[in-house]
């Protein structure tokens, strides 16, 4: 799925002010925490001098990326691939997300509206939480849709994994429910499409 030369690519590409919300940083420490405090804190170090995390406030996606490359090499020890671990950390601020009381609005609107209308509108709440990348949606059946993600810093893992479990989560789907597949289209998997069918 993602490997850590990739990331660490995407990593040195980084500028400070590319930024990303603190309650993405907020999700990848939570899902640190499978990997033992001490994974944690490591991953911690990497916020801000002070070490203080808003979720409102912004943060440089480098923070990210790093506090992610901790996450991956804690689970590369443990026998899961680098690119589990991402998928997993995105996992968790997808389901995060969609309990919090913004994340259950939406949601309840998505659900209303239909599963093609809930993707439609991930490109703009894309745009809304960072500042680098373009995200786009085109349907493809009338069960299917494909999200494209271009010079997206963070990369295909963590964002699969929010994806799915956002709309999972939303839809109360069932695991064989929703299906997706992955296609990476750059060296650095800064640029992918996302297919999701269900």
């Known amino acids: 799925m993602e490997t850590r030369p990739q990331l660490l690519s995407r990593l040195a590409r980084c500028r400070r002010e590319q930024v990303v919300p603190g309650l993405f940083l907020e999700s990848v420490l939570a899902s640190a925490g499978v990997y033992g405090p001490e994974v944690v804190e490591q991953a911690h170090r990497h ?23 901790v996450i991956g090499q804690a689970a590369q020890a443990r026998g899961v691939s680098y690119g589990e671990a991402l998928f997993q950390s995105g996992w968790t601020a997808g389901s995060s997300y969609v309990r919090s009381s913004v994340g259950r609005v939406r949601a309840m609107v998505s659900t209303l509206s239909g599963m093609h209308r809930a993707l439609e509108g991930i490109p703009n709440a894309a745009a809304q939480a960072v500042n680098f990348g373009e995200h786009s949606y085109r349907r493809v059946t009338p069960g299917s849709g494909e999200l494209r993600f271009i010079q997206d810093l963070i990369g295909p893992a963590w964002n699969t994994g929010m994806v799915l479990a956002s709309v999972k989560t939303a839809f109360a789907l069932e695991q064989d429910q929703l299906k997706y597949e992955i296609s990476v289209t750059d060296e650095d998997a800064s640029s992918f499409l996302v297919r999701l069918d269900w």
């Open 47 to 69: 916020i801000a001098e002070d070490g203080q995390l808003l979720e409102n406030y912004r943060y440089p996606v480098k923070a990210m990326l790093e506090m992610l490359d």
